[in-house]
């Protein structure tokens, strides 16, 4: 409803029910003088079309526009660059792949990509046609299954086969990711070849475990692999798509911070309390008496303190530890540390620093790469998703896409029989991706011989009867 409202100057006749209340959440904001995420793009675009000066004032500021990602804009992105390169001072330039349009559900609309030379008469287009990161089998595979004629040239060289392992249960198919983790790296435990998952005559492949990843279609795949991965000790990162501000215990100090920054918003008053009462905290012992003087490490610390979390699990100490980091990089004051906090969208890359292996989702991949990738759960219901309802076939077939191209030289695409979802156990079917890629560029996943382990030796008693 915002974006039509100023984009085709009149809200569309499927919103008009629900426009009083729209109109009343409006006035509430501005009430509070606070703007919601869409807001910021929207108002931008309302103020270029009311007040043309400002627009130039940008276009001038901003002679040369490059835009990334170009498939991934929203209809309210394209027209505040419009607005801009309109007035005829601004040179715009964009790169994108429509093959790479994921984030529908996020309100992108790939037609902006099609549409650009439309958009901007004159418009020259350039085509790359070269692929610097995967092997000539991974891009034919990918492009195969996106129905292209010719897949970009692969510069690594040819490569290896894609392997597809077949699991019966979710379980296994971690246990089996831990296996080849462990293979390729050599063995990193006697388990590993006391077991006979690796022999001790492997090398392994000059890898480290930052060179894997480990991908998913729902955040909620990546519990058992880090159950497995615990078992077997092996370092890992999950990066998932939750923001910081909504992880214990950022969410509280960010709100808390937010009512000493406005004390007269009783918006953030509430919001701070209720997360008081459902975390088991007193908010009539704590002193809301904490200065803003100082530096913002040493107003998180105080705020820490005052709370008296309990900060003994990983995830929460994770937590505090990226909310620091953040504090350290900011220039500026308390607001524009709550502003940049306020707009995290949750996907946080630099957290994937050190030798570890990825968990994440597909959608938190973009972008990244890896010299191994495993996307598990290639089954139909996952991939492509429908088990909320309906879907967009060419979008999930899109995603897919996109995880088979985050790999440089070794893919692994993993399917299991039985699988636990939201609680229930579910018969599942491969996913009809698979039958899609061409058998001659598939071999099944070699894996290790599982010995029958004997019976325990049992401890003699001392005084048998």
């Not at 088991?280 to 803003?292: M, Y």
């Amino acid at each position: 409803m915002k974006r039509s409202s100023v984009i085709y100057d009149d809200t569309d006749e499927q919103y008009q029910a629900l426009f009083p209340l729209f109109q009343k959440y409006q006035e509430m904001l501005g009430e509070l003088g606070m703007l919601d995420l869409d807001d910021l793009e929207v108002e931008t675009l309302r103020m270029f079309k009311i007040h043309p000066e400002v627009c130039i004032k940008y276009a001038r500021r901003f002679p040369y526009i490059f835009v990334d990602e170009y498939q991934d804009t929203n209809p309210s992105q394209s027209a505040i660059l419009k607005e801009i390169v309109r007035e005829g001072i601004t040179v715009i330039s964009a790169i994108g792949d429509p093959d790479q349009a994921i984030y529908g559900f996020r309100g992108a609309d790939v037609g902006n990509f099609h549409n650009f030379a439309n958009d901007f008469p004159g418009a020259k287009k350039i085509s790359l046609l070269k692929n610097y990161r995967s092997t000539e089998v991974i891009l034919k595979g990918s492009s195969i299954l996106m129905g292209k004629e010719k897949p970009l040239e692969g510069i690594p060289g040819k490569g290896e086969s894609i392997r597809i392992g077949t699991c019966l249960t979710y379980s296994e198919e971690a246990e089996m990711v831990v296996e080849q983790i462990e293979k390729l790296m050599g063995g990193i435990t006697l388990f590993s070849l006391d077991s006979e998952r690796v022999s001790s005559h492997e090398d392994g492949e000059d890898l480290g475990f930052g060179d894997m990843a480990v991908l998913y279609r729902l955040n909620s795949q990546g519990d058992g692999f880090e159950e497995a991965f615990s078992r077997a000790g092996l370092p890992y990162v999950r990066s998932g798509e939750r923001a910081l501000i909504n992880q214990y215990p950022v969410n509280i100090i960010w709100r808390f911070l937010q009512t000493l920054c406005y004390p007269d918003n009783d918006y953030y008053l509430k919001a701070y309390m209720d997360l008081l009462g459902e975390n088991g905290l007193d908010g009539d012992k704590i002193s809301r008496d904490c200065t803003l003087e100082g530096s913002l490490e040493e107003i998180i610390d105080h705020a820490l303190s005052l709370h008296e979390f309990n900060l003994s699990s990983k995830e929460s100490a994770d937590a505090v530890r990226r909310l620091k980091v953040i504090a350290e990089n900011i220039n500026g004051d308390i607001r524009s540390f709550l502003d940049k906090l306020s707009l995290d969208r949750g996907i946080d890359h630099t957290a994937l620093s050190g030798d570890r292996v990825a968990l994440m989702s597909l959608h938190a991949a973009k972008g990244l790469e890896w010299p191994v990738v495993f996307i598990t759960g290639c089954e139909d219901m996952l991939i492509p998703c429908s088990l909320f309802g309906d879907h967009d076939e060419a979008e999930e077939k899109r995603l897919f896409y996109v995880g088979m191209t985050r790999a440089r030289r070794r893919l692994i695409l993993s399917h299991a029989g039985r699988r636990k979802i939201n609680g229930r156990i579910l018969d599942m079917e491969p996913s009809p991706f698979l039958a899609l890629i061409p058998s001659h560029l598939c071999i099944p996943l070699e894996r290790a011989a599982w010995k029958r382990k004997g019976k325990r030796y049992k401890q003699l008693d001392l005084f048998p009867g």
